[in-house]
């Protein structure tokens, strides 16, 4: 598999977040190639703010390793990373993040701030824009059907 594969499989897992009525946003975490973990959008279900894609995938990951470090794992989200998130990040060690659509609000790894570039004990590389496009619209429609229900 390759970078596209992965950010695939967490467009999936956004998809789901979507028609339980949440944000969509889908976070898997691969290691030597192969999906370990995955997370997707929750806090409409969990009424709390912490129930990002990437948090969740990460505490998924953890459990799975026995550790809260994740040596050579890498991150494929949807959406770039908030500030939460990109802490998130760089405490678990996470090598690489790549993340779909650009977050002008909020995005913490290169559109708002970049937190992977300040002086941290780790820094994460980071690749944005993959499959940007169709991550961007899977985002937009659920918006424009939102407002349609309201």
Not at 15 to 43: F, L, Q, T, Y
């Amino acid at each position: 598999m390759d970078k596209a594969d992965f950010m695939r499989e967490a467009m999936k897992l956004a998809e789901a977040s979507a028609k339980e009525g949440e944000v969509p946003v889908g976070a898997v975490i691969v290691r030597d190639g192969e999906v370990i973990a995955a997370g997707r959008n929750r806090r409409e279900y969990g009424k709390n703010a912490l129930y990002h894609a990437e948090i969740e995938a990460i505490d998924n990951a953890c459990k799975r390793l026995g550790g809260w470090r994740l040596p050579r794992c890498e991150l494929y989200v949807t959406l770039e990373p908030c500030p939460m998130c990109a802490g998130a990040i760089i405490n678990a060690r996470i090598e690489k993040v790549y993340f779909g659509a650009y977050d002008q609000k909020a995005g913490s790894v290169g559109s708002v701030t970049n937190l992977f570039a300040l002086p941290y004990n780790h820094r994460p590389e980071v690749e944005g824009g993959v499959l940007w496009e169709e991550c961007a619209a899977q985002l937009s429609d659920f918006f424009k059907e939102l407002r349609k229900r309201k």
